[in-house]
């Protein structure tokens, strides 16, 4: 099979949509040879930082001489980035045999997108002699398919309000299913918590006889943002407890790794004319964040372009951006669960900001590009972002550095078979 035949497979099971328990993933899990034994894993639960805090650990780690596998979701720039050795991709081949292999395991068992990730990254990570893997959970904890990695440490990053019909109807709620990805006996990894997400914690640890340790944050992080010294802390304290190494010497190493690090659309400034700045703020904490940075860095209001799914704190969202963002270009994302451009466009207006419609994400870029010489941000879904920052390079915009991958292996980024990222529990 080719790679591109492979990937249009994989993304057609995102058809299947959402589908609850754990017993197809650990039937393909048991069919790849249960891999995730292989290897110690550390889990990042939580609704925002889980992405920066994974990548934070993969690097410390990689920097203290382990093999480290590292798996993300959802993708930005290509589907491969969600497997990474050493912070290099999954190669193409890799897919493209697990595939081959398990494609009858995969129909006998129903499996969906992210089972089928999941058990491929956990494969391949074996199969490359990866000794440690810095894990982000999709959704949830509990029914999430990571949960099969079963891992001895788990880090929760904190909890708002989201996927009320999936995970609960408040805090104290999502983060007891956050935080029930931690196994009996592991280790919890935690900052103190608002009173009631305190006493879900309480119960689990109490519950499932956890060690709670409360981190410190990092005095620095590679990445601009107010709260990511907090995701620095937590990386820095997972990576002390793994190694055994002291809090000292963890955050030497993390000065050295973070030297080099990287990650693709968080408060990402891609220079270019105009300069962008990316930025996958998807809820109103994320994009509290984005606005804190700005206010520090630029006079505003800014253009931008921004797109949410229609599952998100969208509202709420556009409200904050009031004397930020203006003009302010809304498009759709590519994804089933997008929320209309002109639906947002009106909820700008109504809130007495300059607003303009355009559908197409390449045609919004476009339109915003004609408005400043300064600078352009983009935000909102990963599907609007990642899809923004593909066009804005292939225009010619702006670089796209990314570590290891040739520019012919962007294009093939599975958006021609895009439909909903259904992050499965």
């Not at 915009?397 to 294009?411: A, C, K, S, V, Y």
Request: aromatic share 8%; charged share 25%; hydrophobic share 40%.
């Amino acid at each position: 099979m080719r790679y591109s035949d492979v990937e249009e497979y994989i993304f057609a099971r995102r058809r299947m949509g959402m589908k609850f328990g754990l017993d197809r993933v650990r039937k393909l899990m048991a069919a790849a040879g249960d891999p995730q034994r292989s290897y110690r894993t550390v889990h990042i639960v939580g609704t925002n930082g889980k992405g920066s805090t994974t990548a934070y650990l993969a690097g410390i780690l990689q920097e203290m001489g382990y093999r480290v596998g590292r798996m993300t979701s959802p993708h930005l720039l290509h589907y491969r980035e969600r497997a990474a050795v050493n912070g290099e991709w999954i190669p193409e081949s890799e897919v493209v045999e697990f595939v081959e292999t398990f494609r009858d395991s995969i129909e006998q068992f129903r499996a969906t997108f992210f089972e089928i990730t999941t058990v491929m990254s956990a494969w391949y990570f074996r199969k490359a002699g990866v000794e440690v893997v810095s894990a982000e959970a999709g959704l949830g904890g509990r029914l999430d398919a990571t949960r099969l990695l079963d891992g001895g440490i788990t880090v929760f990053t904190g909890v708002e309000i989201e996927h009320r019909r999936i995970l609960g109807p408040t805090e104290a709620a999502i983060a007891t299913e956050k935080v029930a990805m931690a196994k009996e006996g592991s280790i919890l990894v935690a900052y103190t918590q608002k009173p009631e997400v305190e006493e879900a914690i309480a119960s689990a640890v109490a519950g499932r006889n956890l060690r709670r340790v409360v981190p410190e944050p990092s005095p620095f992080a590679p990445l601009p943002g107010g709260y990511q010294p907090l995701n620095a802390g937590l990386a820095v304290a997972a990576a002390g407890l793994l190694s055994g190494r002291p809090a000292e010497e963890v955050l030497e190493v993390f000065r050295n790794s973070g030297r080099s690090f990287r990650w693709a659309g968080r408060i990402d400034l891609r220079e270019g004319e105009p300069p962008v700045l990316f930025d996958v703020a998807h809820s109103p904490g994320s994009m509290a964040g984005l606005i804190e940075y700005l206010g520090r860095e630029r006079a505003l209001p800014v253009p931008a372009v921004v797109g949410f799914l229609e599952d998100k704190f969208w509202r709420e969202m556009t409200l904050q951006m009031k004397g930020v963002f203006e003009p302010v270009v809304a498009t759709t994302p590519l994804n089933e669960r997008s929320l209309p451009a002109e639906i947002l466009v009106k909820e700008f207006r109504r809130h007495g900001i300059e607003a303009l419609c355009q559908d197409d994400i390449g045609k919004a870029m476009d339109t915003a590009r004609g408005m400043t010489r300064d600078l352009l941000v983009v935000t909102g879904s990963f599907f609007v972002t990642g899809e923004a920052m593909l066009h804005a390079w292939r225009c010619g915009w702006i670089r796209l550095p990314e570590r290891g991958e040739e520019p012919h292996q962007l294009f093939r980024s599975g958006r021609d078979v895009d439909t909903p990222e259904m992050t499965d529990l």
